[in-house]
């Protein structure tokens, strides 16, 4: 079922980097507004990936101009990589965050992306039937929100209502 996650996320960057092939992958296109959720679940392991522009993420991409700016930088930076109030699923599922893996995007002149990454390990995954992306209460004028869910029993790709957090997995 990985190998399946992988390669959507892959044949997605293909796609973006056809569409620009002038920029670099860490440049890929993106449209301000407009953040992607790649859910899978694999037998206990339940995996989270987000890709947010970072204007969506900071309410800019630039390097930082000034105090409050950086501030904003090494908040976001910390709760990222902490995996904290990034998203819920029902208690009955029992999941414990497993590994966080996050890399700081490199702010300059140029478009930018946050890409974290959240393993989660469920006890009780029959009882999944929702994951609720939180991040998106700090997230910034996000106008779109695509979802990519695989699982062993589907493999959909959905949009979330407008103002709405909550992915069925079901
Ligand atoms: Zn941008």
Redesign the pocket.
């Known amino acids: 079922m990985i190998h399946y996650f992988k390669f959507l996320i892959c044949s997605g960057l293909g796609l973006a980097a056809l569409v620009s092939s002038a920029e670099s992958l860490e440049q890929h296109a993106?449209s301000?507004g407009a953040v992607t959720l790649n859910v899978a679940l694999e037998g206990q392991v339940l995996s989270l990936e987000i890709d947010a522009?970072?204007?969506n993420v900071l309410g800019f991409?630039k390097s930082p101009r000034n105090d409050a700016e950086r501030q904003a930088v090494a908040a976001v930076d910390t709760w990222l990589s902490a995996g904290r109030d990034i998203a819920g699923v029902p208690r009955a599922a029992e999941c414990r965050l497993q590994s966080v893996t996050y890399v700081a995007p490199k702010l300059g002149s140029?478009?930018?992306?946050y890409r974290p990454r959240y393993t989660f390990r469920c006890a009780n995954p029959a009882a999944l039937e929702w994951v609720e992306l939180w991040a998106l209460r700090r997230f910034k004028d996000v106008e779109k929100v695509e979802v990519n869910v695989i699982s062993a029993s589907m493999q959909r790709q959905d949009t979330l209502a407008p103002g709405s957090l909550r992915v069925s997995l079901k």
Do not use: F, K, N, S
């Open positions: 993106h301000h522009p970072a204007i991409e140029g478009h930018a992306d």
